[in-house]
């Protein structure tokens, strides 16, 4: 069973999905974007964000694959009350790895279907609330240099970077109200700067509810979720829409995909989003599912 988290009930506002509103969380690609024409002029390229595959931070070591599917997503049921809207009973993050939402088989100017991105940052991490994986505590009771215990120690599953403050997406750094100190997330032989480029996973730390927000995307959008963000299972109003998605996948099922339950405190609803932004565009999205 995964984690439990109780929230008083939040909606969310939609917002409308660009690069720069879903910085913070990852990257959106855009059909509307200038193309590479190729083919002798017969087709249209659009290059999406590259992938990231952090698995070498696993504390499995298990090496990971590429991992291709395709996903057939229907529209939900929508909350009573005076404005539609869609509950959120669950997030996950995948530790490890980014992951690329791209819709197929509907054209990017059709506006009679979309898809809805939930997302939130990640909190710092605590001794009662953290999920596993994550940094173990260093046993100070050993005898030896910060540097020797650090040595012999086991690469825990994120970096240093993930666990302090990042002023783009607003998180903090961990909580040492616990008076715990962690273990450097770095393997062992390398820097602390990011290899190859890639941005590091984020934290190891719980969902922020109180700052999860919501995005309306078009057929036209492709998202890439930066690797550890939390964020929903796939929603679609309108109608059917089918995604090729890509990540890496190593099968340890902890460190492929971590899953957290949204409950609502006494008996509310939880968390939920308002899909007025939606209803603005005239579609009736009550009737089909």
């Not at 879903?22 to 590259?50: D, E, R, W, Y």
């Not at 990011?194 to 998202?223: E, I, K, Y």
Request: overall charge positive.
């Amino acid at each position: 069973m995964p984690p439990q988290l109780t929230t008083p009930q939040r909606l969310l506002t939609l917002e409308h999905l660009t690069p720069t509103s879903f910085s913070a969380f990852g990257t959106v690609s855009s059909h509307s974007a200038t193309p590479q024409i190729t083919n002798q002029g017969t087709a249209s390229k659009h290059v999406l964000a590259p992938p990231q595959n952090h698995y070498n931070l696993a504390r499995s070591r298990k090496p990971s694959s590429p991992a291709f599917s395709l996903y057939v997503s229907r529209p939900r049921s929508t909350l009573s009350g005076p404005h539609p809207g869609l509950q959120i009973p669950i997030l996950e993050r995948h530790p490890y790895t980014t992951q690329t939402f791209t819709p197929t088989g509907v054209a990017a100017s059709d506006t009679s279907r979309a898809y809805i991105v939930v997302v939130a940052p990640t909190l710092p991490p605590n001794r009662s609330t953290r999920p596993p994986p994550f940094p173990e505590p260093l046993d100070t009771k050993k005898k030896g240099s910060w540097r020797r215990v650090f040595g012999r120690a086991r690469p825990p599953p994120f970096p240093i970077s993930a666990l302090t403050a990042d002023s783009s997406s607003g998180e903090s750094g961990p909580d040492s109200s616990d008076g715990v100190e962690y273990e450097l997330a770095r393997p062992r032989g390398t820097s602390s700067s990011s290899s190859m480029g890639q941005t590091r996973p984020r934290g190891v730390g719980l969902p922020d509810l109180a700052n999860a927000r919501a995005f309306l995307a078009g057929p036209g959008q492709s998202v890439t979720y930066g690797a550890g963000t939390w964020h929903s299972p796939m929603v679609v109003v309108g109608g059917e829409i089918e995604f090729v998605v890509f990540q890496f996948a190593n099968g340890v099922a902890v460190e492929d995909c971590q899953e957290v339950e949204i409950k609502g405190e006494e008996g509310g609803e939880g968390l939920g989003v308002d899909l007025g932004l939606w209803v603005e565009r005239g579609v009736d999205v009550k009737a089909r599912f």
